[in-house]
């Protein structure tokens, strides 16, 4: 076994591409938009159009990349150049101006969750074949989380023997006062097993090493906000993968005004022959995130994971979207954590009486 | 709401009882019997006899608390002074003995698991009932464990809200060389879930405030040590009590040796306005046991344990068992937490393909 200080020196960072690759930002409804669009930025591609409905948000985001603003996505899919249109409009439109966008020949690069529906995930498949066009997910909560990332290197070089359970937290801050209508619209944001548990699933395949898995058993409620009845403030699923891998995971909207971060996401990943805990976003009182802490038979470990790894999914994305290979993330792989949190959602037991 | 620090400081602790209160010590097999009685002994009891089929381990106790070793055990049952019979014998021999000593007019104090089978549980059952004799549980993972004792006064108390979800986890050190021939026989101890899972389901219970629960979803499986077939090194199981509250609890035999701990148990209490996060014995990489972190509007805290609350179960116990009352834990509680852990391991899932 190579040291661990060793290993983790030699890993090699993603570089940044020398390339022309550009791609338009379509839907700005969720924040996140500003980091997949920086993030591919910093990975080498261009920012070229910006399109949405509040021109205000379209603006301040072409601003600061040198972008143009258009009226009418029709300009986008006019200009030859852009390979890629990225978005985060609101959760039930992402599916269908994916499959629209794949219809006009380019990638899809869209925020997590994919689809609100079981239907949007379907026919989003139907079109990736007739097209032979991608879909990408930014499942970011372990994409753009280094001590994930590094997670997932120490558990494929042996660090903790074979995986066989894992534990999955993301608690969120709901910051009521910031959130938009659709928010509080299941029909909008399709359920918090959706929404934030869609991280979860992604999570689950990834350090299960398989994507054949299923729903062992979901369940969602409403313990704290009865003022928005369609509101999910609680969901959890159980998953089991066709391996013998197991994952519990549970999401919410509680985290409390004195916690020094958005959410204390954890994951905590069982092996053979040790574990790993990853305290995503802050560390309790001792402050900082990107913490992993490993326990084998060599000792107990805590490694600050920034700078460990880079964020190596941007510039494979683009790798895959030019040369249309699949090193980012498999395209089966992305839809069957869609399919896994969309299933939890649509079968999930309901455990504060509402109807 | 309190301040922090002087809520623990206001902790009323157990004060060590004056009574003439003997009990026996009757199977010796499971190392817990040396605590279970150097607890009741703190607590004011006196140990008269004990009773093993292993001579030497029977004089090594009665030794070190001033008793006497006797070679039949109708010599306990023919001496008014013995109120209760403590019990680690063989998982499989705990529900029997303790029905034998209610018959005999005796109370009971067995280590978990009480039961292997829910045949012998419903067998407890019907034996109390009938004699009016106690069945207590030592569920030590809790009873033990100052960190556990403390959260359960903090959650009464409304420090975090209204307990929503509970993770927890129970890795233990499986210590190949020093566990005796029935630890690996599935008749004679049970299934992991009903083994070291009986800790799981009694704190789910507790935690929750609500004994009418059922398993949502179990599974087991032997991942590591296929020489041991009938040996389960994972387990899991799901609940969902009445009112809504939901567990996850993972149970396995992983620790490594790197681990200051025999394992990294912990319980994550997640309220609609904090959460508390035990780490029951070790705080990795940082040392040290009995760590309460709790979080809420007012900020982040660790709380040392130690000391703050001292073991409040085992004069409860002795109480109880004099005024007949039900102080400690109810029977119905101890007898839930059984059939939880039974049912779990009965219907489990198996992951591993073993028949």
Redesign the interface.
């Known amino acids: 076994m190579t040291n661990l200080q060793d290993f983790i020196r030699n890993i090699r960072k993603p570089v940044r591409l020398d390339t022309d690759y550009g791609f338009a930002a379509v839907g700005l409804d969720h924040g996140h938009i500003n980091s997949m669009c920086s993030s591919l930025i910093e990975a080498g591609a261009t920012l070229l159009y910006v399109y949405d409905r509040d021109m205000k948000k379209a603006e301040a985001l072409a601003a600061k990349h040198g972008a143009v603003v258009v009226d009418d996505i029709r300009r986008i899919y006019g200009d030859d150049r852009v390979k890629l249109v990225a978005s985060a409009g609101i959760p039930n439109e992402r599916g269908p101006l994916g499959c629209d966008v794949m219809r006009h020949g380019r990638d899809y690069f869209v925020d997590k969750a994919p689809f609100t529906t079981l239907e949007q995930l379907h026919e989003a498949e139907k079109v990736c074949a007739e097209t032979g066009r991608k879909y990408f997910v930014f499942y970011s909560e372990r994409l753009q989380s280094e001590c994930s990332i590094l997670a997932g290197y120490l558990l494929e070089a042996g660090f903790i ?2 995986a ?2 894992l ?1 999955g ?1 993301g ?1 969120h801050r709901i910051g009521l006062p910031t959130r938009p209508g659709w928010f509080f619209e299941r029909e909008k944001y399709g359920g918090i097993l959706c929404d934030i548990g869609s991280h979860q699933a992604e999570q689950f395949l990834y350090y299960s090493g398989c994507d054949d898995a299923r729903v ?2 979901s ?1 969602i ?1 409403n ?2 906000y009865p003022e928005y009845p369609e509101l999910d403030d ?1 969901g ?1 699923m ?1 998953l ?1 993968a066709a391996n ?1 891998v ?1 994952g ?1 995971h ?1 999401v ?1 909207w ?1 985290t ?5 971060s958005w959410g ?1 996401g954890r994951c ?1 990943l ?6 790993i ?1 990853m305290r995503k976003n802050v560390d ?2 001792v402050g900082g995130g990107n913490k992993l ?1 490993l ?8 490694i600050d994971a920034r700078g460990t790894t880079g964020f190596p999914y941007f510039t494979a994305l683009i790798r895959d979207s030019i040369e249309r290979t699949e090193t980012a993330m498999t395209q089966s792989h992305a839809f069957a954590a869609a399919r896994l949190c969309l299933e939890a959602q649509k079968y999930a ?1 309901e ?3 509402r109807k």
Chains 1, 2 share one sequence.
């Open positions: 023997g074979r066989v359970n534990i937290t608690p062992t058993h369940a409620g313990f704290k609680f959890e159980h089991t013998g197991t519990y549970r919410d509680y409390p005004d004195g916690l020094k204390d905590y069982e092996g053979t022959e040790g574990f805990e309790i009182t802490y326990t084998n038979a060599d000792g107990e470990f805590v037991i455990l504060t009486g």
